[in-house]
């Protein structure tokens, strides 16, 4: 296994920020990830995974302790079942899936990060969440010392949430397992109006997989939600966020707050939160709430901004520190607070910080 001391993690995360690990360990098979789990547990010492390092803010301390990065290869498709090791880029993934004629994953296209993540925040966008199609993760359990398989039911799915975010490093996934759809070329039904509106087709149609996959990619690509090193836009953990679930009582007392704010033309979007657990809640936006707080796109004038193209990407103009991007998150959570009452949540993992 190759291991490195002192070992830089900003260029393992897509913010490009945080210190060093006192030791990486890089993992090619689920057999040297459990070893490297193992000796960092036996050893009593922090350990930390990284698959893509997209959804992670490591504090500008580092990491005192031992950082695994998963870099396992594995895409097996059995007629309409996948399976993936956890080290799989996920957005090499879902191109190969829709090359393959198979539906279920293809609006997940340009996520940046690895496969093993996806079920950790239960990963979504555009009208998919990999909770729809997950079949089964097999993971290393760090309290049993084994190895076992998660059937989805098992797996706490909820919106950016599943039993292994709420039991944080307890399971190290090693491979996911998806039942995806062979429906003759065409994608499932399109749900996310937007992707709808760029596709030219009614909400719940079904198009060509690569027109779907391209459409959403192209989407992506205008939020700056697809990496690009030359793009400072896209130097984020994506959605910095949750977009908030309010009860029917709370989103009352949001409008009033709105309408009293911004006047009664001010229309904030609210969808049903249909996802488990989100069962007769209202989605707002977190995006929106942060524009209309009076962080437009673009805010700020140090080197931790919100991004050019959509409010609710935090990102690092290059020379950002991890406690700069965080000064910008508090700031933009207190002044969301402040003028609707509502309290932001961080989507990202943070690591030897928090907000
Ligand atoms: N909006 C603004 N300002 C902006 C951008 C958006 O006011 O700069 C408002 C608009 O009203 C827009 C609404 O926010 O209609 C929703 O925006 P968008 O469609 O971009 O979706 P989102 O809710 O901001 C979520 C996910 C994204 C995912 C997109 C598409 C979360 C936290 N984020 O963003 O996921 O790609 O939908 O499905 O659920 C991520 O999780 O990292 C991520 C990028």
């Not at 084994?146 to 399971?171: E, I, N, Q």
């Not at 697809?226 to 309010?246: C, I, R």
Request: include cysteine.
């Amino acid at each position: 296994m190759q291991e490195t001391r002192n070992a830089p993690l900003a260029p393992l995360t897509t913010l490009r920020l945080g210190g060093p690990a006192a030791r990486l360990l890089t993992a090619v098979t689920d057999d040297e990830v459990i070893a490297a789990v193992r000796e960092a547990d036996d050893a009593g010492t922090p350990l930390l995974l990284i698959g893509g390092g997209s959804n992670l803010v490591i504090a500008d301390t580092g990491f005192p302790g031992t950082v695994v990065r998963i870099a396992t290869t594995g895409f097996r498709l059995d007629g309409t079942r996948l399976e993936l090791a956890a080290g799989e880029d996920w957005s090499a993934a879902v191109a190969r899936t829709v090359e393959a004629g198979l539906a279920g994953i293809e609006c997940l296209a340009g996520i940046p990060g690895s496969a093993g993540a996806t079920p950790i925040q239960n990963v979504g966008a555009y009208g998919q969440e990999v909770s729809a199609t997950v079949t089964e993760v097999v993971a290393y359990d760090r309290a049993a010392r084994a190895t076992v398989t998660l059937p989805a039911a098992d797996c706490g799915f909820a919106y950016r949430h599943s039993r292994f975010k709420a039991d944080p490093g307890r399971f190290v996934v090693l491979r996911v397992r998806f039942a995806l759809d062979d429906a003759k070329g065409l994608s499932a039904p399109i749900r996310y109006a937007e992707a709808a509106r760029t596709l030219g087709v009614r909400p719940g149609a079904r198009v060509p997989l690569a027109d779907a996959r391209e459409a959403v990619l192209k989407l992506r690509t205008g939020k700056g939600m697809v990496l690009d090193p030359e793009d400072h836009d896209t130097w984020s953990a994506g959605s910095f966020f949750t977009n908030p679930l309010l009860t029917s009582a709370e989103h009352a007392a949001f409008l009033t707050r709105v309408a009293e704010r911004l006047g009664t033309d001010a229309a904030p979007p609210a969808y049903p939160a249909g996802e488990p657990g989100g069962e007769g809640l209202v989605k707002t936006s977190a995006a929106w709430l942060i524009d209309h707080a009076g962080f437009p796109k673009g805010y700020g004038t140090g080197p931790a901004r919100i991004s050019g193209k959509h409010t609710l990407a935090l990102t690092n103009r290059g020379s950002a520190t991890t406690a700069d991007l965080l000064a910008l998150a508090r700031e933009v959570r207190d002044g969301v607070r402040a003028a609707f009452g509502i309290t932001l949540v961080n989507e990202p993992v943070t690591v030897g910080v928090s907000l």
